[in-house]
Structure formats: C-alpha cells, structure tokens
C-alpha cells in the first residue's frame, strides 16, 4: 500500500511513524506552528497546527501519517481559528513589537502576519510579570513567553540541566527558573544552552546585543515565515 | 456634464500618540494631492478644525486612551464617522504608554512630580481643565467599535495609502508581506 495522504488536495507522501507535520514539511507545504520544532518531541499545546482530518480536528504536530487520510489545513475556517488562537496570545501577555529585540525574528508575529491578523481584537489582559536581568549574559523578559515549553524541552533534553519548568495549571500557567531563588543567575545556564537558542519569541536574549540588526532588515522583514518551508516544494 | 463627485469627508486625531502616525501620513508626499482630489480633511490636526462634523465619511484614530478627554473625543469620531480606523500600535494595543500598566498611577504621579531627581516642591498638578488620567491605558477597539486597523509603530507611508486607497476604490483593505508590520 502506497504511503500517501491528501493535504489540501495534494498528494503528500510520508514513512511510517511520520507526523502530519513532519510529512507535510518535507513536502514543502506550510502548516502554522510555534510550539512545533523538528529537532524535539512535539508538546502539542499551542494548536496553531490544528488541521482537518477526515472531518474532525486534531494537532498535525502529534497526530501519525496515515495512508489514505484527507487532511484540510489553509481553509479560511481553519485559519480564522488559528487566527483567534494567536490573538488570545497577544492579549494574555504584553507584546509591544516595536521596543521587543525579537520584533522581525519573531516566529509570533511572524504566524500573525502571515494570518492576516491586523488587531488583537479581544481586551487585553496587561498582566504584571517582572523581567529576570540576574543573568550576566541572558536576560529574561516573561511579558512575551507564550508557554511553547521549547525551551524546557531544550534544557531538559539537549542540554541536561532542567533550568525551566512550566508551573501552575489554566490560565495560570507560567515559566518559572528551577532555582531556590527563581533567578536564573543562579542556575548553571550558559549563553551556549540549546535552550537559549529555541525561543521563538522576546523572552530569552542574549545582553548587549539589542538592535544590531535594525528593524526591517531582520529574518521575517525580508520573507513571510512560509518561505523556508515552501522553498523546499521546488526540489521536490 | 455629471456633477463633481462629492469629496469624502475625512477627519483625524492623535489621542495618547507621538503624532509620529499622522507624520508617517504626510510621508505619503505628492500623492497627497491625488488624495486630495477625492477627500477633504475634517477635524484634524491638519486643519485645526476643532470638532468633528456630523456627516463623516472616515475618522483616522492615532493613540490609545489614557485620559478620560481621550475616551470623549473617541466616542466623539465613533458617533459622528461611519468608518472608523485604528491607525498604528498605539491605538491597536496601547503602545509604549500602556508600558506604565502594570504600575499604580499614584506610583506613577508620586516619581514624575516629587521624587524624580531634579524636582524640588512638585505638586501634581491639579486644575480642574486637565482631563484625569485612566487607570490604565488601553487600545481604543476595546471602548468603540473599529472597522479597520493599519498597525506599525508607525504603519508605512505605503501601508497608509494602501488601506486608503483600497477603501476609496471600495475594496476590502489588505496589507500583504512587506506592508503588515506591528513595528
Ligand atoms: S515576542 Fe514577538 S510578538 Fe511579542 S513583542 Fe516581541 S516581536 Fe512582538
Ligand atoms: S520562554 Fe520562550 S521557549 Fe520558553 S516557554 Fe516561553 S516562549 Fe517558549
Ligand atoms: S505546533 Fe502543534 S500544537 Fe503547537
């Protein structure tokens, strides 16, 4: 039995035990994600991945290939969803792009143009949540921290030192610095963590390093967050 | 011969904002003048015409709230304008003046007027013409409803002209890659 699915009407071939993502990836088709990385266990929370498949809805970035499966994902139904679920992040947390040192490497904002998303049309929350500057070479700003859970999964699995953990539970949830202090100066984190590379967002950057790049020359200014993946259709 | 079509009835404000939206409008150059042919500027800080008439066509809201005259000259656009546009971060999301959000406004008050170096004998000021500061600053979408939004700290002079254009033209506005930017 041949390994295809339909994705949109294409034909998409995977191997045995590849995701929906994962296949439609190599495929060179875009699905939405942020907490979706392929060098780490997929953590399935943040829904930006949700697709059609036969009829029913289900994260892409956990659910397996399989052959004969009809998945729908850039339908204007499925995308106002996403759409809504990318809005309810802006409001929880306080993303102000233009003074953010993520602004245009940001895989957030990234997601929300290529949705179309031009307000984040639901009151917002302005939660207080202090920034954490112990660090010599790091500096944390929580304002922005979208709950992805990659940089747990880097510390925990790449590098072996646990240095974040996700606490509390709904709404409630938040980052927390697993040290007696909560600082992360006072945790064996290095600026050369696996962890200090995957936030897709504003909230773990490097110190001293604000605006080298300039504003509009920056990864996301120069191509829609589609591209990476969509170059591949070429070689395909 | 057909009549000159009717101009459309345009009027502007910066509400807790830099004017540095309505400088990125003015970025528009000498295409102002094809604007010109088919709007005619009504309250706005272009012509100094103090209230908005009852019979506009599109009111251009720079800022976000953050005092309560703020709230009235918003409710003010809503009432008297059918469409009604958000135009930049601030008014989208509060901008860098809902930074102070997470600080109680006494706190706020206290350090600018008595505690910041340099002031001696601060008094916060307190004449009954200035309009009271807001708790919090907020977005203006969650006090009136929005038709447009063109966000951008401050939107392009080509995104401006673009959402413009589109509803001049009578279409949906849209900003594609290169144009949507929330900085
Ligand atoms: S993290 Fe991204 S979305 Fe949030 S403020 Fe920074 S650039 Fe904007
Ligand atoms: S700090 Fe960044 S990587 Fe870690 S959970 Fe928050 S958004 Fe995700
Ligand atoms: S990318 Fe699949 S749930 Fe977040």
């Known amino acids: ?236 | 011969m057909t009549a000159p079509k009717k101009k459309l009835k345009v009027a502007t404000t910066s509400l807790a904002g830099c004017f540095g939206c309505h400088m990125s409008l003015l970025d528009i150059d000498e295409r102002l003048f094809t604007l010109l042919e088919h709007i005619e500027f009504d309250r706005s800080p272009l012509t100094d015409i103090k209230e908005v008439s009852p019979d506009c066509d599109i009111g251009i809201i720079e800022g976000g709230l953050c005092n309560a005259e703020n709230v009235h000259v918003l409710r003010d656009f809503r009432k008297n304008c059918k469409i009604l546009i958000a135009l930049g971060a601030c008014a989208i999301n509060g901008g860098l003046p809902a930074q102070r959000n997470h600080l109680p406004l006494t706190t706020i008050l206290e350090e600018v007027y008595h505690t910041s170096p340099g002031v001696s004998n601060g008094m916060i000021p307190n004449d009954p013409e200035l309009p009271l500061p807001l708790d919090q600053v907020h977005p203006i979408h969650e006090v009136v409803k929005i038709d447009y939004f063109i966000p951008g700290c401050p939107p392009s002079a080509e995104a401006i002209w673009k959402v413009l254009t589109d509803l001049l033209a009578g279409r949906e506005p849209e900003l594609g890659h290169g144009l949507m930017h929330y900085d």
């Open chain 1, 1 to 236: 039995m041949s390994h295809t699915f339909t994705l949109d009407g294409k034909t998409i071939s995977f191997e045995e035990g590849q995701t929906i993502m994962q296949a439609a990836t190599k495929a060179g088709v875009f699905i939405p994600h942020l907490c979706y990385h392929p060098e780490f266990k997929p953590h399935g929370s943040c829904k930006l991945c949700t697709v059609k498949v036969n009829g029913r809805q289900t994260a892409s970035c956990t659910m397996r290939a399989i052959a004969g499966m009809v998945v729908e994902s850039d339908t204007p139904e499925i995308n106002d969803e996403r759409r809504t679920l990318t809005q309810m992040l802006f409001v929880e947390g306080n993303h102000f792009c233009p003074s953010c040192e993520k602004s245009g490497n940001c895989q957030l904002q990234a997601t929300a143009y290529h949705l179309g998303m031009m307000s984040p049309h639901f009151d917002h929350f302005f939660p207080d949540r202090p920034v954490d500057a112990s660090h010599p070479e790091v500096l944390l700003d929580f304002n922005r921290c979208i709950l992805c859970s990659l940089c747990v999964r880097a510390s925990r699995d790449v590098d072996g030192k646990n240095v974040f953990a996700l606490s509390g539970r709904g709404i409630d949830t938040h980052l927390i610095v697993n040290a007696k202090s909560g600082q992360l100066a006072d945790t064996n984190f290095t600026l050369h963590d696996k962890a200090a590379q995957v936030c897709p967002v504003g909230v773990i950057l490097k110190k001293r390093e604000g605006f080298a790049v300039p504003i509009g020359e920056r990864s996301y200014d120069k191509q829609p967050i589609s591209a990476t993946v969509e170059a591949k259709q070429e070689g395909y």
